[in-house]
């Protein structure tokens, strides 16, 4: 599995944003994509997961409402969006494959390699 | 705040072996599988231990992982010089929901 990311945004804040991850070598529709947040310096957050063939998605309650999750299967690819960016919003986010062993064993195991979202006046 | 508690950083000569500890608060309590990633530095984080102790297939059998309850732990033996870099924990608050630990910065003295 490969999970490829688009490239670095730098946005103003109340702009409108969409950064992508694209998926390649497995079963699209079957399996869970999550995304994770990592402000610089800081740790790894979980903002919210999808599983595209059903279109049914899961956020993290510290994002809910501040973030979208959705996905086209035609183009195997997922997608975060905001509608007003915050400069709170600066972080590198990843994307990473679900991988299920049972109903509370999931793990993610191929990560793309990061977009860099900068949110500055 | 994370629910899962590791050591903020941990340090050894080469050669040497390490461990990092895991620990679930009580909001967290499930006792579920505890997973762990190396993120070198300017790069993506990489699953290094799933299910607790399992290896990917590619990951040198000196990183080994263990859980007992709601405590895990991630031991690298013969410590490396390309070991040096960030390390997490995380596992599952329900189905669906993951939780990261702080995260342990190895130093290679």
């Known amino acids: 599995a490969q999970m490829v990311q688009s490239g670095a945004e730098v946005k103003k804040p109340g702009d409108l944003l969409k950064i992508s991850c694209q998926g390649s070598?497995?079963?699209?529709?079957?399996?869970?994509i999550a995304w994770v947040r990592q402000v610089p310096g800081k740790g790894l957050e979980w903002v919210g997961s999808?599983?595209?063939?059903?279109?049914?998605?899961r956020y993290n309650s510290s994002f809910q409402g501040q973030v979208t999750i959705s996905a086209d299967k035609s183009i195997t690819t997922t997608f975060l969006r905001w509608s007003s960016l915050r400069a709170s919003d600066t972080a590198m986010y990843y994307c990473?494959?679900?991988?299920?062993?049972?109903?509370?064993?999931?793990?993610?195991?191929?990560w793309g390699q990061g977009t860099l979202v900068i949110v500055s006046s | 705040q994370s629910v899962l508690t590791q050591p903020p950083s941990v340090s050894g000569t080469p050669g040497q072996r390490v461990t990092i500890s895991c620990s679930e608060s009580?909001?967290?309590?499930?006792?579920?599988?505890v997973h762990w990633f190396q993120q070198l530095p300017g790069t993506a984080p990489k699953l290094l231990i799933f299910?607790?102790?399992r290896r990917p297939s590619g990951v040198p059998d000196r990183f080994s992982g263990s859980r007992s309850g709601t405590s895990a732990s991630l031991a690298i033996s013969g410590l490396q010089s390309e070991d040096e870099a960030d390390y997490y924990c995380?596992?599952?608050?329900?189905?669906?929901?993951?939780?990261f630990g702080s995260g342990t910065r190895v130093t290679v003295l």
């Open positions: 299910s607790d102790d």
């Open positions: 990473a494959r679900v991988q299920t062993g049972s109903q509370f064993d999931r793990w993610l195991d191929s």
């Open positions: 070598g497995y079963s699209f529709t079957s399996q869970w």
């Open positions: 009580a909001s967290n309590i499930g006792g579920h599988p």
């Open positions: 995380a596992t599952l608050r329900d189905t669906l929901t993951f939780v």
């Open positions: 999808i599983l595209p063939g059903e279109n049914r998605m």
